[in-house]
């Protein structure tokens, strides 16, 4: 079993940066592939990114390809994603998200994660 905890999350100004934490207990991460996902009132949940569980490689949605950056720190069983340039479009409420399957396989479909944090609000004024 993993626990998932967010934080980081708040009010930014758009242009602006925020850095989400997501702390894991329960497990190592090391061997787990983790990815952020976000759901805006009224949309489903989308996926933002992911990582792989050495860290190696890296998974983007178009729409925050090159503004935001996944990392990990297995030492610290963290996950992070450093925001930048946020734009009031990135305004939703971001979940952490850890999946037993080893696979990359479909990373993005967020039906195939196993645990999930409880979720850090994201507001982007313009």
């Known amino acids: 079993q993993v626990q998932l905890v967010e934080s980081g999350g708040g009010l930014v100004q758009a242009g602006g940066s925020l850095r989400l934490s997501c702390a894991a207990s329960g497990r190592t991460l090391s061997s787990i592939i983790m990815g952020w996902f976000r759901q805006a009132p009224g949309k489903e949940r989308e996926f933002v990114a992911a990582i792989s569980s050495s860290g190696g490689s890296t998974y983007y949605a178009d729409s925050v390809k090159g503004r935001f950056t996944i990392s990990r720190d297995n030492a610290k069983n963290t996950v992070y994603l450093q925001m930048n340039s946020l734009k009031p479009e990135d305004t939703a409420v971001y979940y952490c998200?850890?999946?037993?399957?080893?696979?990359?396989?479909?990373?993005?479909?967020?039906?195939?994660?196993?645990?999930w944090g409880q979720g850090t609000q994201v507001t982007v004024s313009s």
């Open positions: 998200a850890a999946r037993k399957l080893q696979s990359t396989v479909r990373i993005t479909t967020s039906r195939l994660y196993d645990y």
